[in-house]
């Protein structure tokens, strides 16, 4: 409540401000985040409807199974969310579990891990960038799969509450004709895009409040994209961003819970993969800087 009542006070105290980040929020959503996740959300939820969930499971069970202890089908949101950045992994991992397609416990857990930072994000504006060399976004990447992967399996092995059920056969799915899965996937890809671009500008005008910029790292628990672009080139900026990617932000984390609370799953795994995400992210970049000192 108290926070509350200051972001309102600094909405009537500063809105020239506030209107200047509403602007640039839109100009975000419109020249990046609907260009990028709109398309990817009707593709995804087109191929989910017509099987390719299944058929991806077939060939990724081999890997999903000694790693996550997951069936293979659980693959389709890590792939969503390395390749399609914030919110795509929890948007195909709700979708799923609102098809049938897998299990209230496996959705919760791939909350933990499967949504992730795409690699335009990372290669382009980071380590191009922010980071001013471009070996340093390809490194990020690295980094951002890989705990990804790491805080999967030590989620998937701390949890307690998953029975035989996860590793049994494919869960069945209602068939559905084309044009019925082409209609469906625009309309709802839009609905889904629309919210995720309202908590951008959101969390836009909520950074651009306090009178004096917070530091790096504290506006990067905040909100991602601002907590990046305020980081200085070097080792120490490297490190941060690994841990700023890592953890997503509150935006991305209430651009989540929009996509797949709606299902009724839980987000517990969420934040807890995610914070891990950050601590493993921040040591691995460390290491590698030390190893091949990128500066």
Not at 74 to 79: H, M, Q, R, S
Not at 155 to 163: A, F, I, Q
Not at 188 to 208: D, E, I
Request: proline share 7%; with cysteine; net charge positive.
């Amino acid at each position: 409540m108290l926070a509350a009542s200051a972001a309102a006070a600094l909405l009537l105290l500063r809105p020239q401000k506030a209107a200047s980040a509403v602007r640039a929020g839109l100009a975000l959503c419109a020249g990046t985040v609907v260009p990028s996740l709109f398309p990817f959300f009707a593709a995804i939820s087109l191929l989910l409807q017509l099987g390719a969930a299944e058929a991806l499971g077939r060939l990724c069970a081999p890997i999903m199974r000694p790693l996550f202890r997951m069936r293979g089908v659980c693959a389709l949101p890590l792939l969503a969310g390395l390749l399609g950045g914030y919110p795509s992994g929890a948007k195909t991992a709700a979708s799923l579990y609102a098809q049938g397609r897998i299990t209230r416990q496996e959705a919760e857990l791939l909350l933990g891990f499967c949504d992730n930072c795409g690699p335009a994000f990372l290669l382009g504006c980071v380590g191009a960038g922010v980071l001013g060399n471009p070996d340093a976004g390809l490194w990020l990447y690295a980094v951002h799969i890989l705990s990804a992967i790491l805080a999967g399996i030590l989620l998937c092995r701390l949890s307690g509450d998953r029975g035989p059920v996860l590793l049994g056969s494919a869960l069945p799915a209602a068939p559905v004709s084309f044009p019925q899965a082409l209609t469906s996937s625009v309309t709802g890809a839009l609905a889904s895009t629309l919210n995720v671009c309202a908590f951008v500008v959101f969390f836009q005008v909520l950074s651009a409040l306090p009178p004096a910029p917070p530091p790096p790292l504290v506006l990067g628990i905040l909100e991602m994209v601002g907590g990046v672009a305020s980081l200085t080139p070097g080792p120490g900026g490297f490190a941060a961003a690994a841990a700023i990617v890592g953890w997503g932000g509150l935006s991305v984390h209430c651009q989540a819970m929009s996509l797949a609370a709606p299902e009724g799953l839980s987000f517990r795994w969420h934040w807890a993969g995610k914070a891990l995400q950050a601590v493993l992210s921040a040591l691995l970049a460390a290491g590698i800087q030390a190893c091949w000192r990128l500066w």
